[in-house]
């Protein structure tokens, strides 16, 4: 049985993949006549079998079928080299006259050929040993590239770059399809949460009435689980959601439904948890993410969502629900949705699935029966006897030993022509001064050296005669990737994570300021060289250091190997390792100085040359090399650990500080900085020196911040001094994630002063990032020093945050804290108008009108910005907390009707409206506003709910009552039409015009129960 690649696994299950599901989809038309609930476990089953096809196709014993073709990639790798041996030999070696050609091309070009022989320099050599017969002075010789490689043959390239795409693909297709599946299941996780929100803000519903009718029915369906009922002000519909904890939570409405809703509504959510419908529902979720790309997949679980409705309808109408009433439920339930449900729950309806869950309500000639245990069994056992042979079955393999023992039985008769004469070319002893050197294994000659990866098969080949792969060949030419010093990469920011629920995306931080490069300029020829590249690098404990700078018309090169150590002054070499060595190159106009050193048996041994003459390495010799030792160390710090003890012993910290002034970069002054600062116990007025002159020696952004940092971490600074000194050297950080980093390290302090809070204050407005701000300005909020006389600063910063998170973060937190003025509210509220996010402003409104009374000023400002929300719920939530905590006065009850009169949501605008009612009375200018909103109303119970709330709570105008009457006969229910007549009837006299548009109202029903109940109203309110 032969392995399968990772390509070969995911071609293996996207066609198997696709048979499976057309299988399904054949059998659910067959089977369309039978019941919702069988379809629905049809393709139920169908996608766990896709779930479980991937590990059966890496974990079922192989079925090879002859006939289909093989898979790319799947045969053994040894049988692909021979194949491709075989393929590409034979042009290989007719190529081979063109080989002198290139030779003296080559030859021609000396510097070409040295970048070539350096780019081969870490190769080995493919020797062979000499023949017995040759009379060649060269006891190896030493195998060339194919001629074709050498004479730029076109075959070679195009063979490289169609194996490269061919192993490229198969990794691009893989990182598209983990990319898909991570975001689509990243997308479900997202509405998992945002449900698992909802039911956490859910409250539970105590009715005794309503859990009883819960057990009864779950008792009905043989439901074991306890099912929870919650009840949520965020919903329209019921939903059920839960798996092995149940639970149903229902809109804020539940009081008013009748009985018939209340009983479907409970059937058809108990059926969902009956049928485990939460769990099909996640094991569709998890295919159709890991499906993704496939149509199939989402064909299939759209089907799933509609069968799983209209399976649970059925239970509703065998519960003994009227088929018509249900159909109107439905309707009724379905015309007063504003928003859609969450993509997460079981809703109990959806818009999009009305029309055909009312035309199967209907339908009497649809079956209704559920799927028994045993149908269940044996649909279970179909599908594994489905899947399992299906995942097993493999293409035969294609056998490839005739093409191998071509390759091997018939060599090319070009071969030896191809390679022999090259090889004695470059080892005959009449060739001149190369001669010797083709003798050796050396880079020396003209001839390239084989390819590492034609060495690794050469023991290999089962015969020598094998020709080397060809595709080598191109690589050979192409020059080393020059090695890149690398500064530091810049730290990676977490990302702010998204607050559930919450339209505006906070703001992304700031990014952390670069490191500075280690090293910098150097003091060399009499004036500054600029570094161009370092790299320090340890293999093994194997230590590599190389640099170079350059300046007019000066350069120096600096080369270490192993471990170098120096004495405290930097002037001199103490020790090299075993096998290492210290070498330098100065190059100063026409002259060229050079020391290496290296360690010997006696001790460090000097090797001293000017233009290439070895001189005597004393006098003038050591006292340049001293002097460049220091230069280097001010430059790169290589010896600042012995370095800065030997200061502190010689001249204390103020040595130390002085020697820092004649460093040449950012990064070794930082070194020097925390090497002192790590001494215990600094005096602070040396801290204070040390914080002062890092703020105005150091530019690098991250440096400074690193020293700042350091003194935070070991010191207390507890003295008011050091704290300002502190703070002003934070104020020159111009990157705001350093800046904002180190002063809130400074506000973890205790018992930071007023002046301090009002300095740092002061510094967070010079940052540019809403982020960083706001981290410091909650930070600043927090102190015990900060009080309400610097509130008013801190809301003239806040309001120059552009993201709609951190505004509201910061304007929110003074709510908490303190009473605010009336100015201060007042600027919260304009702060507030400039937020896009309605969410945000709720939050915000919510947290004002909790402060207490509103003057007039302050209740119209709130009102302008509840007034720029296009959410209805925040706009409806935002008013509903206003009219809590205040009386509204005449004015500001008409503002908020004529805000409601632009939400499209009928339910928002009712809870607004009677809400209002039941706290103020209206005059005759505020029912007319009240009328008009009601009569924008499209939804029949929203509308009817409005009067009959007015009529209880407002003693009418005759005026106004025709406008009621006026308003019913745009009702279209008959009995939400019925109940506002019956309480005109029972509330008013009605005489003359009145009693007339009453009767033509009344006349105006459908129903006859309906009709008649609204003329006997007004028969006995006459009566009595």
């Known amino acids: 049985m032969h392995a399968l690649s990772s390509s070969a696994i995911i071609l293996d299950t996207v066609v198997k993949s696709t048979l499976l599901l057309a299988i399904a989809w054949g059998a659910a038309l067959v089977l369309k006549k039978r019941s919702a609930a069988t379809q629905h476990m049809v393709r139920t089953f169908a996608l766990a079998a896709l779930l479980l096809l991937p590990f059966s196709v890496m974990f079922v014993p192989a079925w090879h079928l002859k006939g289909f073709p093989e898979y790319p990639n799947s045969r053994p790798a040894t049988q692909q080299t021979a194949a491709q041996h075989v393929a590409t030999s034979p042009e290989t070696q007719r190529t081979a006259p063109s080989a002198p050609v290139k030779r003296e091309a080559v030859s021609a070009t000396p510097a070409t050929a040295r970048v070539k022989r350096e780019a081969h320099s870490a190769r080995p050599l493919n020797i062979q040993p000499a023949e017995s017969g040759s009379t060649s002075t060269a006891a190896p010789k030493i195998s060339p590239f194919p001629a074709d490689a050498i004479s730029g043959a076109p075959f070679a390239p195009a063979t490289s770059l169609t194996s490269s795409i061919s192993d490229l693909l198969p990794r691009l297709l893989l990182g598209l399809w983990i990319a898909g599946a991570l975001f689509f299941l990243a997308r479900w996780r997202l509405n998992t949460m945002r449900l698992a929100g909802l039911v956490r803000r859910s409250a539970v519903l105590t009715d005794s009435g309503w859990n009883a009718q819960v057990r009864a029915i779950s008792a009905e369906l043989g439901i074991d689980r306890h099912v929870a009922l919650l009840v949520s002000d965020e919903i329209e519909v019921p939903i059920t959601t839960g798996i092995l904890f149940p639970r149903i939570v229902l809109s804020l409405d539940y009081a008013e439904w009748s009985s018939t809703r209340r009983s479907a509504i409970l059937n058809h959510e108990l059926a969902h948890i009956k049928r485990l419908d939460a769990f099909t529902q996640s094991l569709a979720n998890v295919a159709a993410s890991l499906y993704w790309f496939h149509p199939l997949v989402w064909l299939m679980v759209r089907a799933m969502r509609a069968e799983r409705e209209r399976a649970c309808d059925d239970h509703v109408l065998a519960a003994g629900t009227k088929a018509s009433d249900y159909a109107h439920e439905l309707l009724d339930i379905v015309s007063g949705l504003r928003e859609p449900e969450l993509a997460a729950a079981l809703a109990m309806a959806r818009k999009s699935q009305l029309e055909g869950r009312v035309l199967a309500v209907l339908n009497p000639a649809l079956p209704r029966g559920s799927v028994s245990r045993r149908g269940t069994l044996a649909l279970g056992i179909l599908t594994l006897c489905i899947v399992l042979p299906l995942s097993a079955m493999r293409p035969s393999p294609q056998s490839t030993t005739p093409d191998t023992h071509t390759s091997k039985a018939k060599p090319s008769p070009a071969s030896t022509p191809a390679t022999a004469p090259h090889a004695q070319d470059s080892s005959a002893p009449g060739t001149g001064p190369q001669a010797p050197e083709a003798a050796t294994p050396s880079f020396d000659n003209d001839s390239e050296p084989a390819e590492p990866a034609e060495m690794a098969e050469a023991p290999e080949a089962p015969e020598p005669s094998e020709a080397p792969e060809p595709t080598e060949a191109p690589e050979a030419p192409e020059p080393p990737a020059m090695p890149a010093f690398q500064s530091g990469s810049v730290p990676a920011v977490p990302a702010v994570p998204a607050v559930p629920a919450v339209p505006g995306v906070p703001a992304v931080p700031a990014v952390p300021a670069v490191s500075a490069v280690p090293g910098g300029d150097i003091s060399v020829c009499g004036r500054r060289a600029k570094l161009h590249n370092m790299s320090m690098e340890s293999n093994n404990g194997n230590k590599h250091w190389t640099a170079n700078w350059s300046g007019d018309k000066c350069s120096l090169d600096l080369h270490a190997e192993g471990e170098v150590k120096f004495n405290a002054e930097a002037t001199d070499i103490q020790s090299i390792s075993s096998g290492g060595s210290f070498e330098v190159n100065l190059r100063q106009d026409d002259t060229l100085k050079q020391v290496k050193v290296t360690p010997s048996a006696s001790g460090l041994q000097y090797v001293y040359k000017i233009n290439g003459k070895q001189q005597p390495f004393e006098g003038e010799a050591k006292a340049w090399f001293a002097q460049f030792l220091l230069a280097l160390e001010r430059s790169t710090g290589f010896a600042a650990d012995a370095r800065v003890p030997a200061l502190l012993a010689k001249g204390g910290p103020n040595a130390v500080l002085d020697e820092i002034s004649n460093l040449q970069s950012d990064y070794v002054r930082g070194i020097y900085f925390r090497k002192l600062l790590e001494q215990p116990k600094l005096p602070s007025p040396v801290v204070q020196h040390v914080i002062k002159q890092a703020g105005e020696q150091i530019n690098s ?324």
Do not use: W
Not at 726 to 738: G, I, P, Q
Not at 791 to 818: N, W
Not at 971 to 989: F, G, M, N, P, Q
């Open 701 to 1024: 952004d991250y440096e400074l911040a690193r020293v700042l940092m350091t003194v935070s971490k070991q010191y207390d600074l507890a003295d008011e001094a050091s704290r300002t000194a502190f703070l002003t050297a934070a104020n020159k950080l111009k990157s705001d994630y350093e800046h904002s980093r180190v002063l809130i390290e400074l506000l973890h302090r205790p018992n930071i002063s007023k002046e301090n809070v009002s300095m740092a204050l002061n510094s967070a407005g010079s940052i540019k990032s809403d982020y960083e701000k706001s981290r410091i300005l909650l930070s600043l909020l927090d102190q015990k020093a900060f009080d309400q006389s610097q509130l008013d600063f801190y809301l003239k910063l806040v309001s120059s945050i552009h993201s709609d998170y951190e505004k509201s973060r910061d304007l929110l937190a003074p709510m908490q804290k303190y009473k605010l003025t009336a100015d201060q509210t007042n600027r919260i509220m304009d702060a507030t108008s400039g937020i896009g996010s309605d969410y945000e402003k709720s939050r915000l409104l919510l947290g004002l009108a909790k402060q207490g009374k509103f003057d007039e000023a302050q209740m119209s400002n709130y009102l302008k910005v509840v007034d720029s929300m296009k959410s209805d719920y925040e706009r409806s939530r935002s008013l509903l907390e206003l009219m809590q905590n205040n009386s509204l006065s005449s004015a500001s009850m008409t503002k908020a009707m004529q805000n409601m009169s632009k939400t499209g949501s009928d339910y928002e605008k009712s809870r607004v409206l009677t809400t209002l009612l039941k706290a103020n009375r209206f005059d005759e200018s505020q029912t007319n506003i009240y009328l008009g909103v009601t009569d924008s109303m499209s939804n029949n119970y929203e509308r009817s709910r409005c009067l009959i709330a007015l009529m209880d709570h407002t003693k009418l105008s005759n005026d106004s009552v025709g406008k009621v009457l006026n308003s019913v006969s745009r009702i279209t229910s008959d009995y939400e039409k019925a109940r506002v007549l019956s309480t005109v009837a029972r509330s008013y006299a009605l005489d003359g015009a009145l009693r007339e548009s009453y009767i033509k109202a009344a006349n105006s029903i459908q129903g006859e129960f309906e009709r008649n109940r609204a003329l006997a109203a007004v028969v006995k309110s006459a009566t009595l």
